[in-house]
């Protein structure tokens, strides 16, 4: 089974930029469509991003030129580079992995992370 682990998550000022990173146990890493998700308090988990392994990726409209993600097969890590950080991406960052995109898209990945804390205040 595929282990996850985030990391990267901070307090950061509106405007700033942080990398998150998952790192995935097992060689089933490449076989993996990877996303990642957060959920804000009070509100709905919602996907942020999601990679194909052939390298395809999706993102959530208002995340679009802000957000990049991508994979390093080698590191078995995938990242999420996130840039102008606002007040309302503020969220538990949470990374997950499956071989079907329709399931890390729906949210029904077989396997999370238990992830990381990202605060954008002033």
């Known amino acids: 089974q595929v282990q996850l682990v985030e990391s990267g998550g901070s307090l950061v000022q509106p405007g700033g930029s942080l990398r998150l990173s998952c790192a995935a146990s097992?060689?089933?890493?490449?076989?993996?469509?990877m996303g990642w998700y957060r959920q804000a308090p009070g509100k709905q988990r919602e996907l942020v991003a999601a990679?194909?392994?052939?390298?395809?990726?999706n993102y959530l409209d208002s995340v679009k030129g802000r957000f990049t993600i991508s994979r390093d097969n080698a590191k078995n890590t995938v990242y999420l580079q996130m840039n102008s950080l606002k007040p309302e991406d503020t969220a538990v960052y949470y990374c997950?992995?499956?071989?079907?995109?329709?399931?890390?898209?729906?949210?029904?990945?077989?396997?999370w992370g238990q992830g990381t804390q990202v605060t954008v205040s002033s």
């Open positions: 997950n992995a499956d071989p079907l995109l329709t399931k890390v898209v729906a949210g029904t990945a077989a396997t």
């Open positions: 097992g060689s089933i890493f490449r076989g993996n469509v």
């Open positions: 990679i194909t392994v052939g390298g395809t990726t």
